[in-house]
Each structure stands twice: as C-alpha cells, then as structure tokens.
C-alpha cells in the first residue's frame, strides 16, 4: 500500500504487477473503498492493477467531494502522476460516472473502459439521502440490503454492511449522494471514443439493466455483458463470472484485427 498527494491530500493506493503493460484502474462507488473490487482482479493477464482509495474513503484523507467532477479530477491527477499509459478504467456505480466524465474528457493514455453497474444518470432516492445524515447505521443498513441480488448469502451482505460503516465517514457517503444526484451524461455519450464493455447484473435494482442497455446503445461500439443472479454488487457475488466476462474484453484489446495486419505479412515462417 502507498501514497501520493493529490490536491495537497493524500491519496492511498494498492498497485500490483506494476510491469505489465496495460494499466487497470478501479474506481469505486458511492460510500465504498478499494477492498470493494474483487482481489482476483490483480490476476488480468498482462495487466497493472491499480486498486484506488478516493478521497475521504478508505485510507485517503478527506473530506470527499460533492460532484463526480471533483472525483474525476483526483484521479486524472493521480494516473498523470503516477505516468500511467494504456489506462482501462473499471468503474463501478459513481466509480463509472468518474470514468464516463475522464472519457469525455478524451485523455492521451486512455485505453478502454469497463462500466459496472453504473448508468449515464445516477439519481439517489431522497429518502435514503435524508437518512444518511439522520441514521447512518440505518441507512447502511437499507444500502446493503439493496445492493445485493436476492439470491446472496445473508452472511455477505452483513459482512458488506460492517465494511461500509468501516470504510467511509457518513458525511463522505452524503457527498458521494449528492454527486450522483447531480450526475447526467445521457446526451453526452455519443462522444467517447474509446471501447467500452458495460458489465450489468442481472438482479440490480439501485442500477438496472436498463441503465446498462442505454450505455451500450449510445457509446458508439459498446459492448455489454449481463451477469445471471447478480445484484448491483455484481463484481463481489460473481467474482469468478466478473473476472472471466473483463478478462476476455481486455484480451480483445490486445487482438490485432485481420485488416489491420500488413500486406507482405509471411504466410508461414521460414524455414
């Protein structure tokens, strides 16, 4: 684990393979921190993996922002800082958000992205952003049971439930809300440029299917895969699934299309 200052903070990160060629970043959602994204992640054929802490979550000073902007612009100072090229940014929920805004953006060391349960609107029910301000362990509460698809084990979500309260102070998690809130790409999509594989679970509620059939239609070649039995946490139910679906995408990225290949190519090696 390590740091660097960011906007005079400190920004933690976990980084693994830091040889690899492609760069992997994963940004996470509303209220949580790095340990949300699977640890089988740091197993991408020929990648970096770089697992971020935002600011005022995890380990990472405080406070966080109150705009998906704000976000976007920590972690563009933290790849520009770290001299990242090839970056894949994973995003999940607001995580997605912070990466749609860097790719309309259109930086040099852009990649690709993976959207996971996130949408080009990211709008909070206003009860449960009341809540958090008057009944934090409440309202973890009510995130958790709604972050899960039915079919998960009791024991995860209450596991999730006491990694919430652990990771991220209730003000943090009332600002990551309001950015959301704010949130809204949906006529600004037909300009990324970069492929893109949407990654959607099946059972989300906080972020349905829809959310991720809209971002396919408007990305131009977007890619999107839907994970059977999955909740919004889709990444953490079906680590195994997730891996698999991201792993092929990014061994697409390296693929050479026939057209592309040049003309004098030998056709079988000299003996």
Known sequence: MTSIIVERKQLFFERHNPDNPC????????????????????DLPDCAVTYVDLPGHGRSAGPGKDSVVGYAKVVKQCVET????????????MGGGIALTLALGNPPWLEALVLVGS???????PALLE???VDYPAAVAAICQMMFGPKTAPEL??????????????RAVHDDFVACNN?????????????????AGEDDTLTPVKYGEYL????????????????HMLAREKPQEFFE???????????VPEEDLPEDLPSEIDE
């Open 23 to 42: 760069n992997v970043v994963l940004i996470h959602g509303a209220g949580a921190d790095r340990s949300h994204w699977p640890t089988e992640l740091v």
């Open 216 to 231: 396919k239609e408007s990305i131009p070649g977007a890619q999107l895969a839907v994970i059977p039995e999955a909740g």
């Open 245 to 255: 679906v991201v792993g092929a995408f990014l061994e697409s990225l390296s693929a």
């Open 157 to 170: 979500i209450a596991a999730e439930q006491v990694r919430y309260l652990k990771a991220t102070d209730w």
């Open 82 to 93: 770290l001299k990242l090229s090839r970056v894949v940014l994973f995003g999940h929920s």
């Open 119 to 125: 949408g080009a609107r990211l709008k909070i029910l």
């Open 183 to 199: 949130f809204d790409v949906m006529d600004r999509l037909s300009a990324i440029s970069v492929p893109t594989l949407v990654v």
């Open 131 to 133: 809540q958090v301000s």
